[in-house]
């Protein structure tokens, strides 16, 4: 087998099958981006590389994956912090003005080049902790350019840094205020205008909405869905963070890549994305910045058999959050995953959430070669340590 660089002497976990498929003495070989080979040392063909990484004993996981952020944005709500650290909700708050409307104007007010200057800092943090693929959203522009301004931001952030960007159209995010109250007006615009504007521009991999007491109906989002799945483009939502909608059965039954939230899910909403195979992406920035107290109901989830992602939620007023380590840490002890589901969260499961399973997230071969390189003695240091970057190489597409 000839190919461009082999990794020998590694321990692999490569997320395939059950557990985390460790393989103790590993090799993975790359060739045109892709890994050609993948296993034990031992069961390799004869292989000749271009270049060989003796990696000392060290652990090799698929390159991380954060499936839910909205790191493009202008501005920040550090102030409404402060006011929920005096007592108000994020309803509250939301309903008085801030909340989405707040970024919505500073991002409104931001040139393209300012938004994704704004937004490198955080990419690079991700970077530096083994993330090669994130998924990014729009929904701070809330109008057809801004949100397109958005999307273009996102685009770019993937072609000036080594990362892949997976950009979500969110238009469905908050009603801004020009439309005085009009949801199903705003609504009208989304799916007459937004979509298929974004769709010809070819600006998005998916749709998201915001399924809420403060966001839209399903019968809205309903809507949205629809006018997603009918110029191509898979869906997704924002469900059951704040009440019960209905939002996650309801996206099952449109077979929504994900819902993500779901602190309130119940036992009909479960069954439904079982069903479906929607994965359940959890965020638990959120849940600790919003000091809730309901968790999202883990155990019903791994009983029904649902896939269960972990993300940052990184955005500027509910989950400041650049760091997967830390969100993976949480979903541990705010969440009770084990180590397994929580490293399944952020690569297997994170590819599946951005329909991008066939690609990415597990090492074996036709894949492509994302892999993070760790010193750390057992994959459970990754979950367990807090303010700890063990990353000791990061490979993006074979590189």
């Given amino acids: 087998m000839r190919c461009a660089t082999r990794w020998t002497n ?5 997320m395939a ?16 981006g892709r890994i050609a080979y993948a296993g034990p040392s031992a069961d390799a063909p004869p292989i000749e590389a271009d270049e060989t990484i003796d990696c000392g004993g060290r652990w090799i996981t698929p390159g991380l994956i954060d499936c839910h952020t909205h790191l493009v944005h202008a501005g920040n709500r550090a102030h409404e912090c402060a006011l929920r650290l005096e007592g108000a909700s994020y309803e509250a708050i939301a309903r008085a003005g801030g909340g989405i409307v707040s970024t919505m104007k500073a991002t409104r007010a931001a040139s393209e080049d300012a938004l994704v200057a704004s937004a490198l800092p955080r990419v690079d943090a991700l970077i530096a902790q083994g993330v090669t693929t994130v998924e990014i959203k ?11 301004k958005m999307l273009r931001a996102a685009r770019r952030i993937g072609a000036e840094r080594p990362i892949r960007v997976s950009a979500t159209f969110l238009g469905a995010h908050a009603l801004p205020p020009e439309f005085g109250g009009d949801r199903d007006g705003y609504i009208d615009a989304v799916v007459d205008r937004m979509i298929p504007a974004v769709a010809e521009l070819g600006l998005a991999d998916a749709v998201d909405g915001f399924c809420e007491t403060i966001g839209f109906t399903p019968a809205q989002i309903a809507r949205v869905f629809d006018a997603a799945k009918a110029h191509g483009l898979p ?3 924002h ?19 994900s819902a993500d939230h779901l602190e309130h899910l119940d036992a009909h909403g479960v069954a439904a994305m079982a069903r479906s195979g929607t994965v359940a992406t959890l965020l638990p920035g959120a849940f600790y910045f919003l000091r809730d107290t309901r968790r999202p109901p ?10 269960i992602a972990l993300a940052t939620d990184c ?4 989950s400041p959050l650049t760091s997967l ?8 002890i705010l969440f009770e995953l084990t180590v397994a589901e929580v490293l399944r969260g952020v690569t297997r499961n994170a590819a599946r959430a951005l329909g991008l399973h066939n690609a990415i997230g597990t090492l074996e071969p036709g894949k492509r070669c994302d892999l993070a390189i760790w010193d750390i003695e057992t994959p459970a240091e990754l979950v367990c340590q807090i303010g700890v970057n063990p990353l000791h190489a990061r490979v993006w597409g074979g590189r």
């Fill in 10 to 14: 590694a321990r692999l976990a490569t």
């Fill in 17 to 32: 099958g059950d557990d985390l498929g460790v393989v103790e003495a590993g090799t993975i070989a790359a060739l045109d």
């Fill in 138 to 148: 729009s929904g701070y522009g809330l109008a057809l350019d801004d949100e397109i």
């Fill in 235 to 237: 869906i997704k939502l």
């Fill in 239 to 257: 469900a059951e963070q704040i009440t019960d909608q209905g939002g996650a059965a309801l996206a099952a039954a449109h077979g929504a890549l």
């Fill in 298 to 307: 883990v155990a019903a989830l791994r009983a029904a058999g649902v896939p």
């Fill in 315 to 318: 955005n500027p007023g509910t």
């Fill in 325 to 332: 380590l830390l969100a993976m840490n949480m979903g541990a």
